[in-house]
DNA sequence: GTGGGGGTTCCCATGATGGGAAGGTCAAGG
DNA sequence: CCTTGACCTTCCCATCATGGGAACCCCCAC
């Protein structure tokens, strides 16, 4: 615990009182997201309370899913004496919005893939309906007329905005 | 159009008939995941019916979400015809298992945004519940205060292997 | 003064995907 | 026959947030 200045930390006691790496630290100086600390004499970066402060802030809001430019945002915010809640709300609805979009993709294929297993008997027999499925080559989600896997028309790939 | 050889298509054309990307078809084949395709003389990839038909597994297992890794599995299984359907169950279970717990972390921050934001009116003033909350040191697991209707302790996003 | 722990910078890797440059190939049309 | 444009090839770079590790410097206690 070096940091002489009183109340100032190191890096590594700064990842240590915030649950940020100091890898991680290191990385939201870098892209701007957090401003270049004090440095010592020796070139070590110094932490003060308000930066702590910071660093948990960041934390809380990653432990929430927030991209790094939402919290960003949020951090300019918090600064922001003359800000309206509402643009605040307006970045957590829009997070909230993207989140239930993407446990509605995640329970789509939870769901299909479940059903499957529920199909496969899971025994030492080589049928499985889950390879079946996946061997089917037209994804559809109710099941449709199947044509030999020997080339058929283009039938448009419907293009999915997943991952 | 080209690729002489009867039923075989290039790239571009494989891709579009299976909807999986000229970049992945090779990026897969150069990380194992498919086997290097017949080349023409003029050293285009060819791709016949069977590499279309396994494309399609693949793209569809992407849908489901599976890993290149699971999907490396998965394959392996499709093509060995003494595999016990109870493997192919196993991944799709684990992957299943995955799935829910990634959507109740998802359901967790968005529960708890959903919250916070409906407790923050949303207008011009600066004070803002949301802010508070990201800012508040101590971060307690669950303050998702509110009356509890029926909810137990949905177990706050704590570190996830998130993202 | 020495050892160990911790700081510094820089590079690399992940997983799955896209973008783009530089150059070879193919088919069609003048 | 030659041009043109679409398409293929390989190779490199970028994403997003994170970790690993090397090479080197610094600080403190013994």
Redesign the pocket.
Known sequence: M?A?EPGRV????AARRTGV????I??YESIGLLPAPV???????TYGPSDLHTLRFVRRA?DLGF???AIGDLLALWRDRDRSSAQVKAIALDHVAALRRRIRELEGMAGTLADLAESCCGDDRPDCPILDDLAESPRAESPRAESPPTESPPAGAARAP??
Do not use: L
Request: net charge positive; aromatic share 8%.
């Open positions: 070096s002489r190191t890096i590594g006691e790496s100091a890898k991680m290191r990385y440095r010592a004499e020796s070139g070590y970066r990653r991209s790094m430019e997943d991952r």
